[in-house]
């Protein structure tokens, strides 16, 4: 699956409001997020600098907030249950 980067502010800002469907992992340098404006149910993974998974939300539905997490360094959002097999500890390469 392709892994596309928000790097932009307006990138960022819009992440994937208003999206009903989507094929591929949006990542964000980032420790926390929203899902105000979604329109389905996502996973996401944050991870440190190095990959190593610290927090994994699955089926996260819309209108929820992630808070600033100590340590994280990247999010990633994507299709519920792309990445089923991961835990936490685990390393992410994408």
């Not at 926390?32 to 389905?40: A, E, V």
């Not at 089926?59 to 991961?86: A, D, H, Q, R, S």
Request: no cysteine; hydrophobic share 35%; aromatic share 12%.
């Amino acid at each position: 699956m392709e892994v596309k980067e928000a790097k932009t502010f307006t990138q960022k800002l819009k992440g994937l409001m208003f999206q009903k469907k989507f094929d591929y992992i949006l990542k964000f340098k980032t420790n926390s997020i929203h899902t105000f404006f979604m329109k389905t149910n996502i996973d996401v993974i944050l991870t440190d600098k190095n990959g190593k998974i610290m927090y994994i939300y699955r089926n996260l539905k819309p209108n929820k907030i992630i808070l600033p997490k100590k340590g994280v360094k990247y999010t990633f959002e994507m299709p519920v249950n792309y990445l089923n097999n991961k835990k936490i500890g685990d390393k992410l390469n994408l």
